[in-house]
């Protein structure tokens, strides 16, 4: 999993448009996490927030809870999730905006954030309801093996796991896997992405992994995901 700090520095080396710096910043964003602005969709689901420019949408986005809590009006609820959950479901008519009001900032068209994806993605519109809940089909003997991985790591203090997806005729659900760890966020970045490279077998489908500071303040829809069962608790 790409760290806010390796991201960042993809976002800078972009800066002089050459074209390998942008094939870095590509696969780097495609394993990373953004903080993105929500709003309530009225149906228990929240919907990406999009802004104008020079009248074309674009859904602005932070490497880091602080660079957006410092942008966002008072009050805006933000989330974070990983890109890939993201880019499922991307309208190319709507750009991604990336730590607009903070440095390093960049810029993806839209058609660049759906390059990012596989072939399964469908356009939907932008204010697309972001949907988390209990897996359709829990997938038991997975989350067994995680949760044994887990049990050698003290740092994690539990897990959680939920479906997320977006209301998107054609889109694949993924399953969330939430680390709660007992450090900053930088070191539950470095715990997740050690759990996503090393992810057992058994599983059919996305699986993504975040990690989660039990000491920082909690984004809506993670909240949402640790109100669900953890399939792992630290002995």
Known sequence: MT???QLED????????DAEALAVLAGALLDAHLVV??????QGGA???????????YVPAWTRPELAAAAVPPGQPTTRVPV???VEAWNPQVALALNPGAQPAGWLDGSGVVA?????????????AVRVGEPADEPVDFLAAVARALAHDPLVVRAHRAQVHFGASGEVPHLLLALVVDGDQDLADARAAAL????PDGHDGPVDVIGLSATAPREPLAEEV??????HVRP
């Open 47 to 57: 919907s990406l927030v999009t802004l104008q420019r020079d009248g074309a949408p």
């Open 84 to 86: 890939r959950t993201l």
């Open 10 to 17: 993809a976002i800078r080396a972009t800066a002089g448009g």
């Open 37 to 42: 602005p929500v709003r309530d969709d009225g």
């Open 226 to 231: 640790l109100g669900l069962p953890p399939f």
């Open 196 to 199: 996503a490279g090393s992810l």
């Open 3 to 5: 760290t806010p700090r």
């Open 116 to 128: 990012l994806g596989d072939d399964r993605r469908v356009p939907v519109p932008a204010d697309t």
